[in-house]
């Protein structure tokens, strides 16, 4: 790989790059763990990204997008907009290697979200999530300070970055089971988490799991073109997924190994978070429950060597006392 | 070791038996991550032991134990008596190898312990805490069928099967730090876990952390002697650490390592749980975050490199709901 060629925004995400995202992030993170989790006499195996040091995967593809920053772009620093999660993932890796980060949040976002972005210090600007453009506050801000913009799915490091995830799923089932993955289930927002591991993953059947009201990525992946999320979506605990519309990087990964897409309800996502507690004693938010909604749902055939992402772990106490309580 | 070795109840456990037993529990079981959290700027590795597939390190002596016993002695059976993880650790191990169990639990024991063990096979048969005598109903059933019994501490394979966990911590904390842990604190009930840590970190200093009211240990390493729980202790919510008297077997080890003891209150205990919550997303329950509560407390000078155990996450819904509602 050329210098030339890792400078260019507009490059395709490549195996190559997320094997190389991987071993940056094995470096400076302890690897989580992929957990079993017997579901009527049949073990699924989970990837426990809520316990990355900020609760989430995203930590991986903001550290291999920073790493890759110039000498000149790095004092000039980043700017993201997220509902929390990628925030934090920026926040973390800017901190680390000094680098000033402004990230745009929607003003809804969770307090735990904006609270722990916030500490990890970098500048937080908030955003009315259904009017304002978040992609148009993050474009004003860099033409002012000649900041990078790190997007939170619609970029090749980003994608190569979350795909390492996939990747330790693929070599840990290895270790634990002798066998790959034959079948992953990512929960899905705008999709770089369950592209990032097809392209690690290249064997895999791959399903996508996005809320109700908020399966964009389903509805593309029937169409065969990008279909936004509609007007008036529902109001949904998935903060983490609600992505209005995706990206032709992520869809098009998607699209050439024919994902397919579900959408689980409410109720679905809540008994998840029950599993969760009392059989892996995890925390998982809402968003990150989707993919084993789907499964415990009966939504999805289990093969033999299926995985599943339990992708972010930050939710309020209050809102996951009530929902654990509720069973 | 000689066959007969490993077959002399009265044998004390050793750092090879440890090494042994961390062999046999790395081939079937997923490694639980060392996680890094950072209290007031120090970082703290905190061993999720909540994280094993019954929520507690319990697993690790129970499958170093079964796995040893003689062709002979499997059809009998083992007997155990256990307030619910050393039961369900037990329980796991015996399924696994085809060897019936009874479990002699109290009858006060977490729902979620009691249905927990009873999935897992096992005969369940409850008794008083505070006036049925376990050990003789173990004695009893024991003679009466032919089956070993398998203690919860007292016992050299039971030690070295739990300090499995501690040459974890050992071998991680060098993987992500350079260095390997100079302070160890545990979670204390019959010690089994403490004594059986620091046999696996020679070097360490020795903590451990019981509730108010249930310190014996604590109590037994001042006085430099064995010393019980009182007659009328405190109720808890710590039931995995509700142990009326520490073993020789345990308390020799420690006391020789001179281990500090140390006492943590109910309100400490929940502050814990909800910074294991909120900081790792991890469900801890009562017993397996007094480690945690000690530091978080400032009952404990913090070193360059102090590891913790997590060591259990097995907690009903409604009172881990209360808990961490309640800040």
Redesign the interface.
């Known amino acids: 790989m050329t210098e030339q060629y890792l400078m260019d925004p507009d490059r395709q995400p490549t195996l190559a790059g997320v094997e190389r995202a991987a071993k940056k992030i094995a470096a400076i993170l302890?690897?989580?763990?992929?957990?079993?989790l017997e579901i009527d006499g049949t073990t699924i195996w989970c990837k426990?990204e809520?316990?990355q040091?900020i609760?989430a995967f995203k930590i991986r593809g903001g550290w291999h997008r920073l790493t890759d920053l110039s000498e000149d772009q790095r004092p000039r620093g980043v700017v993201a907009f997220s509902s929390g999660n990628h925030a934090q993932g920026v926040a973390w890796a800017a901190r680390r290697l000094g680098i000033p980060a402004t990230i745009i949040m929607p003003e809804d976002a969770p307090r735990?979200k904006l609270d722990n972005t916030r500490a990890l210090g970098a500048d937080v600007v908030t955003y009315d999530r259904m009017n304002g453009s978040r992609e148009q506050l993050a474009a004003d801000l860099a033409a002012k300070t000649g900041a990078v913009v790190v997007p939170s799915f619609d970029d090749p490091w980003i994608v190569e970055g979350q795909g390492s995830c996939g990747l330790e799923m693929r070599e840990?089932m290895l270790a634990?089971t002798g066998s790959e993955p034959d079948q992953i289930v990512a929960c899905c927002g705008g999709g770089g988490l369950a592209s990032g591991s097809a392209l690690a993953n290249p064997d895999a059947d791959i399903v996508v799991v996005e809320p109700e009201g908020w399966d964009d990525m389903k509805k593309s992946l029937e169409a065969g073109t990008i279909v936004p999320v509609g007007d008036n979506p529902p109001a949904t605990e998935c903060d983490a997924l609600q992505t209005l519309r995706v990206s032709p990087i992520t869809f098009d990964i998607l699209q050439g190994r024919h994902a397919l897409g579900l959408s689980v309800s409410q109720d679905e996502v809540h008994h998840a978070m029950?599993v969760a507690?009392?059989k892996?004693?995890?925390?998982?938010e809402p968003g990150g429950a989707v993919a084993l909604a789907a499964i415990l749902a009966g939504k999805i055939s289990l093969t033999d060597h299926t995985a599943i992402t339990l992708s972010g772990?930050?939710v309020d106490?209050?809102l996951?006392?009530?929902i654990?309580?509720g069973?």
């Open positions: 302890p690897l989580t763990p992929l957990l079993p426990a809520c316990l040091p609760g735990a840990q634990l029950r507690f009392s892996l004693r995890l925390v998982v772990g930050n106490n209050q996951f006392a009530r654990i309580a069973d």
